[in-house]
């Protein structure tokens, strides 16, 4: 079954560490992504822009309206996301703690994918 990893995480951290720091925090991410991969678990995953350069799309009266930035003010943003592949939630659970925002305080959301249904 596949899963959704949704990477919740303050994007202002960045910014705050010094170069070393955010060169053993690329170190890390770049060695797990590497473990799923030769796990067989990874299917797809990228980091996102910055939540300053994403727009909101609405619709009122039939008028599609788009805002700056995400729909809502948070304390953490959805910074990135990896699809894998799991036999169960607790697998999937089991994968998304070794994320390495995990122990500096950020969230994984787990999310099933609904399978598509086939188009003929």
């Known amino acids: 079954m596949q899963y959704m990893l949704l990477i919740y995480d303050d994007e202002s951290s960045w910014s705050k560490m010094s170069e070393a720091e955010q060169q053993a925090s690329f170190g890390q991410w770049m060695e797990f992504t590497q473990g799923i991969v030769k796990s067989g678990h990874f299917r797809a995953g990228d980091a ?54 995990v122990p500096r305080g950020g969230k994984i959301e787990v999310r099933p994918v609904m399978p598509t249904p086939k188009v003929e």
């Open 48 to 101: 996102l822009e910055a939540t300053s350069t994403a727009t909101t799309v609405t619709m009122r009266d039939g008028k599609v309206i788009t805002t700056d930035g995400p729909f809502a003010e948070t304390k953490e943003q959805l910074g990135g996301y990896y699809l894998i592949e799991a036999k169960d939630l607790d697998e999937a659970v089991q994968i998304a703690a070794r994320i390495p925002s």
